[in-house]
């Protein structure tokens, strides 16, 4: 089989000399009698993916915590562990991965036991780091970071909403609690931003989505205002929403609108319908927002909080007076 006739396929066939449900890298493929122009083109085109650099998959492998660990034991070496969003990400913390970033071939960060070193190769991010025997698993092959130890490194941050939008990530794994990751903090005294994780790890919640949400409800806690709640639950007869965050005694809501599922027309649609029904039958004033209000200098959260807030009050009044 040559390399046109594949490239007129939806899907690689058994005529292709690798596994279909298992990654390869660029040396396995060279073996097989597939060269490396061969594999750039079957990119391309779709028919593989690279979601680690120097590592491939066939498209129709399923993008889950199995394939993600399968092309990991291709590509960490049996010393190294695999720390900060990617240990979360192998473990099945998407929202720790910038958006696409599973798709490009970025580095990989993994490092060594303190005082080997580094690992020198453009596979990886990499430096020494000290662990606890307890901070370690193996999952499917690979070493990596518990999610507990892999909350502990990234809450250490510079700033607090990138630091809580992976401790909520995390704690959605239901692997460790809120109580746990406070406790462990004392461990990491003095080290750089600590002080980041101790002022938000009390606010952990893995009942945010999304990165997105995690930031709306840290900008509504720091205002005065009545406080938020993550996935708040909505009922009026037959009918059940979740409102990204929210407050249930003031009837407000804020809906984090990323653009993969709240664009285009079905999306739209969809989103108009359930707006209307928490308006009209549910009685909630509910703002959406988008990446733009929420990140980056021209952001405008905290006004659009306080201004839906004021919405609300209005409405409540006008139905008590009517």
Known sequence: M????????????????LALDAPFTSTMARTAGVPRHWVSALTEAGLLRHPIRGCFLPAQV????ASRLACL???????????DRHAGWAQGAN??????E??????????????????????SDSGERTFRPDD??????????????TALDLGRQRWPEPALTALDALH?????????????????AGMRWVRTLRLVAPHTDGRSQSGGETVVRWRWKQLLVPPPEPQVEVRSGSKLAFIDVGNEAARFGVEFQGREWHTGEENEADDASRFEWLDRDAGWEITPVWTADVYGHKANLDTIIQAGFRRARDRRRQGLAS
Request: proline share 8%; charged share 20%; hydrophobic share 50%.
């Open 2 to 17: 040559q390399l046109h006739a594949w490239l007129e396929m939806p899907f690689l066939d058994d005529t292709f000399p």
């Open 62 to 65: 399923v993008d889950d915590t």
């Open 73 to 83: 034991r291709l590509v960490v070496p049996d010393d190294a562990v695999l720390v």
């Open 95 to 100: 929202m720790l991965l910038l958006p696409n």
């Open 102 to 123: 599973h798709l490009n071939a970025l580095p990989i960060s993994m490092y060594l036991p303190a005082g080997r070193g580094r690992l020198r190769n453009d596979l």
């Open 136 to 149: 370690l698993i193996e999952v499917a092959g690979v070493r990596m970071t518990t999610p507990l130890r």
């Open 172 to 188: 959605r794994l239901g692997a460790f609690t809120v109580e746990e990751l406070i406790d462990s903090i004392d461990q990491f």
